[in-house]
């Protein structure tokens, strides 16, 4: 071996094991990198070459030619990224889910004071209390004011629902944009990875990327993915195409008329996409049944209260022998107001017959629906509903919690087994 030959082999050697180094500190200064994947310079023997005189027979004597960097090998756990992101959209839907429910609880709680079933509750005993003293000028402000209470608790309530159902479509914009936004740049590398893989380079960084994306799509609508032969990958929402190839499907908001003129979320070709995972898909199913389901419970209550206390109010006399009139206007929780013509109270119905000022039979009728079973086929009352709703609610929110943990240790389990696999270790 020449002195020229043994120092170039060294100089060879150097710079490969040089490049090696530069990716263990590229590991290192990734290691707390969300997505990134480790990689490895994979050194092989250089091509050996002939020396003069060393030839046997037929084979040529060889000499070594030193090492090379063969490639830069990036960790990969294709199936089980797969299984992550599976899971991850069941775990970003619970997660989101149960925060929407959390939130919603401050607008349905019934506290003692507050909430609906008290108002409700404090409105039978003003026409108790009327009832056993009907010419009480007193008795008949107490019970316009507590009836005015009532009907404005609900009022209250149907409102800040129909606020918060409202409310969801600016975060529904906002994770439509982010879908949109990461399916062009998925896009975006479908063209340059595969150009990089063309010209014999490695773009693990690039790949880390598109995986982050991935993964993010997965969060927000349960999106999946396959590789293809080229190097581009697929992306999918609800079997229909995302991203192919260099080409995206955009998704966009419309008003939804059959819908309260909320949005709905479409593919270029008219096609509505509903997810049912992921971020995007708790957030609708919190706009569109959830709050729904409050709404209309809200709804029936108020409804049925104010035909059954009008049915009553409408045979009954005021202290002026004033007969025939509602004791509520409207006909849902938004709409429910106490009749403007009873203002003044001596309108408010109480005697079974005219110009019996002391007969509070009336009023005692009404109290006495407190105790009827009017809702769910005879066999609930009206404050048993609304105790119903709100603890259909609360059973509702507690069982999104536990789905939140159950399947975020189900995601937990498998990140761990991937960062064995494929994190950086600090002892490199």
């Known amino acids: 071996m020449t002195l020229f030959s043994g120092i170039n082999l060294a100089l060879q050697s150097m ?4 490049q090696a180094i530069q990716v263990t500190e590229h590991n290192v200064a990734n290691a707390n990198t969300p997505g990134y994947h480790r990689q490895e310079a994979v050194l092989n023997a250089g091509p050996p070459y002939p020396y003069p005189g060393m030839n046997y027979g037929i084979y040529a004597g060889q000499m070594g030619g030193g090492v090379l960097v063969n490639q830069l090998r990036r960790y990969n756990t294709g199936l089980l990224d797969t299984q992550i992101r599976r899971e991850q959209a069941s775990a970003s839907y619970a997660d989101r889910f149960s925060a929407l429910l959390t939130r919603f609880e401050g607008t349905l709680a019934e506290t003692t004071q507050d909430g609906v079933a008290a108002k409700l509750d404090a409105f039978w005993s003003g026409w108790q209390n009327l009832s056993t003293d009907p010419s009480s000028l007193t008795a008949r402000a107490d019970l316009h004011t507590r009836a005015t209470t ?4 609900l009022n209250r309530r149907a409102s800040d629902l129909t606020s918060l159902r409202k409310n969801q479509d600016t975060t529904i914009t906002d994770l439509v944009s982010e879908v949109n936004t990461s399916a062009d740049r998925i896009a975006q590398l ?6 990089v893989v063309g010209l014999g380079g490695q773009p693990n960084d690039l790949l880390d990327e598109r995986d982050r994306l991935l993964n993010r799509l997965s969060e927000l609508t349960g999106a999946t993915s396959a590789q293809q ?4 990958v697929l992306v999918s929402l609800g079997g229909h195409a995302l991203v192919v190839g260099k080409e995206t499907f955009a998704l966009t908001t419309t008003p939804d ?3 309260s003129n909320l949005l709905q979320i479409t593919w270029p070709d008219g096609a509505t ?14 706009r569109d049944q959830t709050i729904p389901t409050q709404l209309n419970g809200l709804d029936t209550l108020a409804s049925t ?6 049915t009553l109010h409408q045979t009954g006399y005021g202290l002026n022998n004033a007969t025939g009139l509602d004791f509520f206007t409207g006909t849902d929780a938004l709409s429910l107001r106490v009749n403007p013509a009873l203002a003044d109270v001596n309108n408010i119905a109480t005697a079974a017959a005219p110009d019996s000022p002391g007969d509070g039979g009336i009023a005692g009728q009404i109290a006495a629906v407190q105790n009827e079973l009017l809702l769910n086929g005879g066999t609930t009352t009206l404050g048993q509903y609304q105790v119903n709703q709100t603890a259909t609610f609360g059973l509702q929110l507690s069982q999104a919690l536990s789905d939140t943990d159950t399947r975020q240790l189900v995601v937990n389990a498998l990140s761990q087994q991937r960062e064995s696999e494929t994190g950086v270790s600090l002892d490199e």
């Open 273 to 286: 996409f509903t997810p049912s995972k992921g971020e995007l898909g708790a957030v609708l199913t919190a």
């Open 305 to 310: 209260l104010a035909a059954r206390v009008n």
């Open 257 to 259: 008329a059959a819908n």
């Open 190 to 195: 479908n063209t340059e990875i595969p150009r």
């Open 150 to 153: 009532l009907a404005d608790a």
């Open 229 to 232: 032969e080229n190097g581009e």
């Open 15 to 18: 710079l490969a094991h040089q």
